[in-house]
């Protein structure tokens, strides 16, 4: 079973590698998962509570924390903790008040440091050879706050060090603790030779002090962090605006009167009542009123969806117009939105196949960086001076980015994961989203998904003296009484036109035949060809137009009064009005279609021609797409999309298995991605946003890599022979700025919009379903 945890102390990919280890370690882990940027771990483990204390004091020995989560409907807010807005907002705060504090002090410790060389004023006290030790003196005072309100860096960077498994902070620690004991060094030299009244010794000691670089470098990495922490807080936009959509209060029906109560203290069968203009509260079902609702938040639908008794109404919708009295039927973590939620929040908290790869580096980089900074500093003992070795050596320290390399991917992923679900796509893992991008097969299955799902009259051909109007009469009146899946489309078509119902008598039904019965005194058939020659009645007038009809993969229903033809109605399962669209969309990315359907060959070829796909297979059984599945799987990565039970193993089968929002609980279950909408478009949408997202990762990845091969033999001062070089705190800054561009380009994502024009259709979907 899983447990999720929230861990702290982590500030880089080296963090997060030690926190997995020190959890896999643990008696009865399978596997650990941890979320550097969302400071989080599920862990899957063997149902023991012991295990999970062994994972805690594990972690705690490992230099960090790790609290799991309250799980279950006993959970409350506050056992909950904070949200992620919150947990973001409070690092923000934090960040902010320390940078504000190191900025007070680190901005005159620099004028002062920097003043007498620069001929910039300053107070007589402050200079000249005889206030030499007053000056430096000042400065070490003034590096004592910076220090004191960035301790944290040491606290946890040289923890790490001793347990041997040093991170980022350990970088910042050892970078600044060198420039701070190298200018206390140089303080007292300067003390001793002034004690020997040799004042041009002093000077050069005074020369030495590098308070002002050791703060300037918490500084930095500080203002760094700050940003970071701004950009890292956005990533988290699209939950928190999900989160946001719920209304806080519902106005709740006992005996008769009305009362507003807060949202979390509704239960399943309670009556709520929803007037114009405000969001439904909860999940649950029209017991009275009729309102026109709008989707968009959920399904992306444009258009208001009327619901009157019986119907289905999702919360966090909007009642447009009308009035109704609703009963719960799902509350809290049970509501469609709050699965969703979910679904964003648990694929936000996997790794990516390309993660773990950069994870493998992040183990090795920080322990390999400090290995390079002594080389560097031995080296410069050597070929150049004392204070050389110093400096370049805190420069690889301090350059040195595993933020950069850690964030790369959870950033893409969490951005993108979002993005999707704001877009109606909501992808279960990251490893769906990466792997939905290599799709070269798009698998579809006919029913539901390229096709509406129901049959619907598309032809009324009347035949001899009737007309249209005789036709739908007698349909009526007969179909009305049977259970045939055709004559609810027939009924659908009659209650369109407005008919009032007819009475029939002498109702019968004949079993694969047709219906018979006596209407406004006439005798009157409705049925197929066999059924009318069995009854009697000439057909050689049904005849072309039943052919006709059947090529198009219609299916024709034959109406005859008083034993001679009266007309035909043919229903069909028509294609999504996006369907041909969406395949376009597809072939132009380079992705071959296929069609699985259980129909026959002639209604399968006639949904190709309408739409486009590559290749069909018709008179498919269920166990025989899964097969079909498999075969293509060979020839490269397949997404399978489907929307019944009979579709939830193929799906399982394929590389990336796409559910339709409309189709069935199986079928979102076995899926890697669900389209909340019953739009084919969306896969184009979910394939093209894969490819987005990983092109994002993998110029993260470049960045992270590239900036950290070239700067740190800058810093080493591998170039210095050309005048290439830089201090320690344009190291700093440089290894701040990294970070932020990450997370930056991974925010880029949110502006994402298909490389594709979206048509619109008449996709629409229960929330209840979709979720």
């Avoid at 020190?22 to 400071?39: F, P």
């Avoid at 933020?403 to 993005?419: E, I, N, Q, Y």
């Amino acid at each position: 079973m899983e447990q999720a945890f929230d861990v702290t102390g982590m500030t880089c990919a080296a963090c997060s590698a030690r926190v997995t280890k020190a959890t896999e370690g643990v008696a009865g882990v399978d596997k650990a998962v941890v979320n550097l940027l969302k400071n989080s771990m599920v862990v899957d483990y063997d149902g023991n509570p012991d295990t999970l204390r062994a994972v805690s004091a594990a972690v705690e020995k490992a230099g960090y924390g790790a609290i799991p989560r309250a799980v279950g409907a006993a959970q409350t807010a506050a056992a909950a903790g904070p949200t992620a807005a919150e947990r973001a907002q409070a690092a923000i705060e934090e960040k902010k008040r320390q940078l504000i504090v190191s900025l007070a002090f680190t901005v005159p410790l620099f004028y002062l440091s920097m003043g007498h060389m620069m001929g910039w004023p300053l107070p007589a006290i402050f200079l000249g050879h005889d206030h030499m030790l007053i000056t430096a003196l000042t400065e070490l005072l003034l590096l004592v706050p910076v220090i004191f309100v960035n301790w944290h860096y040491f606290r946890t960077g040289f923890k790490t060090l001793f347990h041997g498994a040093p991170n980022m902070d350990a970088l910042i620690a050892l970078g600044s603790a060198a420039s701070t004991a190298y200018g206390i060094a140089a303080l007292y030299r300067m003390a001793y030779w002034m004690g020997q009244f040799d004042l041009d010794a002093a000077h050069a000691a005074f020369m030495d002090l590098s308070f002002e670089g050791a703060a300037m470098i918490l500084t930095l990495i500080t203002m760094g962090k700050f940003f970071e922490a701004r950009a890292k807080g956005k990533t988290t936009d699209a939950i928190n605006s999900l989160m946001d959509l719920a209304p806080k209060t519902a106005v709740r029906l006992v005996d008769g009167v009305e009362e507003e109560v807060p949202v979390d203290q509704l239960a399943v069968g309670d009556l709520l009542v929803v007037k114009a203009g405000q969001a439904i509260p909860a999940d649950g079902e029209v017991v009275e009123g009729s309102v026109s609702v709008d989707e968009s938040v959920i399904t992306g639908e444009s258009m208001p969806v009327e619901k009157t008794k019986g119907d289905a109404v999702t919360g966090a919708t909007m009642n447009t117009s009308g009035w109704c009295t609703m009963k719960v039927t799902a509350v809290g973590a049970d509501t469609a939105l709050a699965r969703i939620v979910k679904l964003v929040d648990d694929a936000t908290s996997t790794k990516a196949p390309i993660e773990r790869k950069a994870d493998q580096i992040a183990g090795i980089f920080v322990p390999a960086v400090i290995a390079i900074a002594l080389a560097v500093f031995v080296i410069w003992l050597f070929v150049g001076s004392f204070g050389e070795a110093v400096n370049h050596a805190v420069s690889v320290l301090v350059i040195s980015c595993p933020c950069a390399l850690g964030l790369a991917t959870p950033t893409a992923v969490m951005v993108g994961a979002g993005r999707g679900a704001k877009l109606g796509v909501l992808i279960k893992s990251a490893e769906s989203l990466e792997t939905a991008g290599e799709t070269k097969t798009v698998v579809l299955d006919k029913t539901g998904t390229i096709t509406q799902g129901t049959p619907r009259v598309t032809d009324v051909i009347a035949l001899g003296e009737a007309v249209e109007d005789d036709v739908l009469y007698v349909a009526n009146a007969l179909e009305s009484r049977s259970e045939h899946p055709l004559a609810q489309a027939v009924m659908d078509r009659v209650r369109e036109d407005g008919t009032t119902s007819i009475d029939v008598d002498d109702f019968r039904t004949v079993p694969g035949r047709g219906v018979a019965g006596t209407v406004a005194g006439m005798p009157c058939l409705a049925g197929n060809l066999d059924f009318m020659r069995a009854e009697g009645v000439p057909t050689e007038a049904f005849e072309e137009e039943a052919d006709r009809l059947a090529a198009q993969g219609k299916t024709p229903l034959l109406f005859a009064v008083g034993g001679a033809p009266a007309g035909i109605i043919a229903c069909a399962d028509t294609v999504k009005p996006t369907s041909k669209r969406a395949i376009e969309e597809l072939h132009g990315m380079g992705i071959r279609t296929v069609m699985l359907t259980g129909d026959n060959e002639r209604t399968a070829r006639v949904v190709q021609e309408q739409v486009g796909v590559d290749e069909v297979f018709a008179g498919v059984l269920p166990e025989g797409k899964e097969e079909r599945v498999r075969a293509l799987r060979a020839q490269g990565k397949t997404a399978m999309v489907g929307d019944g039970v009979n579709d939830a193993p193929a799906l399982a089968r394929a590389d990336t298995g796409v559910a339709i929002g409309a189709g069935t609980d199986i079928a979102m279950e076995a899926a890697d991605i669900v389209l909340m909408r019953s739009d084919l478009q969306d896969v184009a949408v979910a394939l093209d946003l894969s490819r987005a997202t990983m092109r994002n990762i993998k110029q993260n990845l470049f960045w992270a890599l590239f900036y950290n091969v070239i700067c740190i033999p800058l810093a080493a001062g591998a170039f210095s022979a050309w005048g290439l070089t830089i201090n320690p705190m344009i190291s700093a800054a440089a290894m701040g700025f990294s970070s932020i561009f990450v997370v930056s380009n991974a925010l880029r994502l949110r502006g994402w919009k298909p490389g594709f024009a979206l048509e619109e259709g008449a996709a629409t979907a229960g929330m209840a379903q979709a979720a």
